[in-house]
């Protein structure tokens, strides 16, 4: 079954710099890569997805990359701000439809002032 | 995005009671959702997929007895914790999917027994 890593556990960064989240994957059949961002207490919330025909996807300050060849795909946030502290999970999934999501074990963000 | 409720948002709980959780889909026909369970400082762990009319397929290692799960309607799936112990204690979300691949997630539901 698909297996997802997600790298770093923990994130650091100042206000204002760039954080990068990566994420790999096993099954090379898996063409959906959703990003979500986790704040304490809640559910989590969709920010930004790609799917396999595409390497990149931008949404403001938020953009994803995918490399199908070498199976990681990453997030990338710029202009970073107090709010975009969270936890942040990966996830791929295969097939179409209502398919299950295999989930990357989370990073947790935290933007210092 | 679609809106997925969750109610309650917590609870909390007496040992050998049960406690049943509401997940709707707000604005759309939910299909099949997705219940998991989520301990402190980890990764969500899918427990079950429920599809509209039919009985939910568990995850390996999820009790199906303890965790009854029903989808009676494309709006509606509700997660029962049976005869709950306090290593049921967990932060419960569901999923709803109306047949497309992205899914919305509910609130969450903090359960607490005692």
């Known amino acids: 079954g698909e297996n997802v890593e997600q790298h770093p556990s923990t994130l650091s960064v100042q206000e204002g710099d760039s954080a990068v989240i990566k994420c790999t994957y096993s099954?090379?059949?898996?063409?959906?890569f959703p990003w979500y961002k986790q704040e304490l207490g809640k559910g989590p919330q969709l920010i930004i997805d790609i799917r396999s025909n595409v390497g990149e996807k931008k949404d403001q300050r938020i953009a994803v990359t995918l490399n199908k060849t070498a199976k990681h795909f990453s997030l990338h946030i710029t202009e970073t701000q107090p709010e975009d502290s969270a936890v942040y999970f990966c996830?791929?999934?295969?097939?179409?439809?209502?398919?299950?999501?295999?989930f990357g074990q989370g990073t947790r963000l935290t933007i210092n002032p | 995005g679609a809106v997925v409720s969750q109610h309650p948002s917590w609870v909390i709980c007496k040992s050998g009671t049960s406690v049943k959780i509401e997940c709707r889909s707000l604005d759309f026909q939910a299909t099949t959702m997705f219940w998991y369970r989520q301990f402190p400082k980890q990764s969500l762990m899918l427990m079950a997929t429920?599809?509209?009319?039919?009985?939910?397929?568990?995850e390996q290692g999820v009790e199906k007895d303890k965790f009854l799960i029903n989808h009676a309607s494309l709006t509606l799936s509700t997660l029962t914790v049976t005869s709950a112990h306090p290593e049921d204690s967990s932060f419960y979300i569901c999923?709803?999917?109306?047949?497309?691949?992205?899914?919305?997630f509910g609130q969450g539901t903090r359960l607490t027994v005692v």
């Open positions: 099954d090379s059949a898996s063409n959906y």
């Open positions: 429920s599809n509209e009319g039919s009985k939910a397929t568990y």
């Open positions: 996830a791929a999934m295969r097939g179409q439809g209502a398919q299950k999501l295999v």
């Open positions: 999923s709803a999917t109306g047949g497309v691949t992205e899914a919305f």
